[in-house]
Antibody, heavy 120, light 106 residues
Framework: EVQLLESGGGLVQPGGSLRLSCAAS????????INWVRQAPGRGLEWISA????????YYADSVKGRFTISRDNSRITLHLQMNSLRVEDTAVYYC?????????????WGKGTTVTVSS | SYELTQPPSVSVSPGQTASITCSGD??????ACWYQQKPGQSPVLLIY???KRPSGIPERFSGSNSGNTATLTISETQAMDEADYYC?????????FGPGTKVTVL
């Protein structure tokens, strides 16, 4: 069974940092791009970043560009999202979502999400 | 910047057909996909590349995309279809989601 499991969420003060992880199982990890999508409380889905299967290409939404960094370790079948300079508006549930292809495209498998709260 | 628009809500009677639209400039020139999200759950892919259904998705869900509008159609709507529905497309290496449509089965 294809599964994604996010971890690393928590409470952090504005301006702080947090590192999210996404552990994958059930598929050839290096063959698929992975996305991060977040959902603020009571709001819709917002795509924030993606990385190709090899890790050679990365993509970011303007809202997080320069503050967040996506990376992957294909040997450890793990995806990371380093979040710096966090703002109150970054408060959300963060999902990792597998692409159907080697490059970012449709998102066919989603994790259960990890909650990030940015508050003083 | 590119935006996708959806109606905030759609109401449908059980057994009837619901149509949810997603509009964006020249959306028909790219692929659209659709996700369903029920309260407290992660999104589920319903339709990809305009018309394709992943395995396990019922045939009552179908999609189309032409001109500036993509459409998700739910035929023979069931109570279990009550959920939020999001369209999604790519533009300039950026993924965009529509604001979501809440489907209520009355």
């Amino acid at each position: 069974e294809v599964q994604l499991l996010e971890s690393g969420g928590g409470l952090v003060q504005p301006g702080g940092s947090l590192r999210l992880s996404c552990a994958a199982s059930g598929f050839t990890f290096s063959s698929y791009a992975i996305n991060w999508v977040r959902q603020a409380p009571g709001r819709g889905l917002e795509w924030i970043s993606a990385i190709s299967g090899s890790g050679g290409s990365t993509y970011y939404a303007d809202s997080v560009k320069g503050r967040f960094t996506i990376s992957r370790d294909n040997s450890r079948i793990t995806l990371h999202l380093q979040m710096n300079s966090l703002r109150v508006e970054d408060t959300a549930v963060y999902y990792c979502a597998k692409s159907g292809l080697d490059y970012p495209w449709y998102m066919d498998v989603w994790g259960k999400g990890t909650t990030v709260t940015v508050s003083s | 910047s590119y935006e996708l628009t959806q109606p905030p809500s759609v109401s449908v009677s059980p057994g009837q057909t619901a149509s949810i639209t997603c509009s964006g400039d020249k959306l028909g020139d790219t692929y659209a996909c659709w996700y369903q999200q029920k309260p407290g759950q992660s999104p589920v892919l319903l339709i990809y590349e305009d018309t394709k259904r992943p395995s396990g998705i019922p045939e009552r869900f179908s999609g189309s995309n032409s001109g500036n509008t993509a459409t998700l159609t739910i035929s023979e709507t069931q109570a279990m279809d009550e959920a939020d529905y999001y369209c999604q497309a790519w533009d300039s290496s950026t993924a965009l989601f529509g604001p979501g449509t809440k489907v209520t089965v009355l």
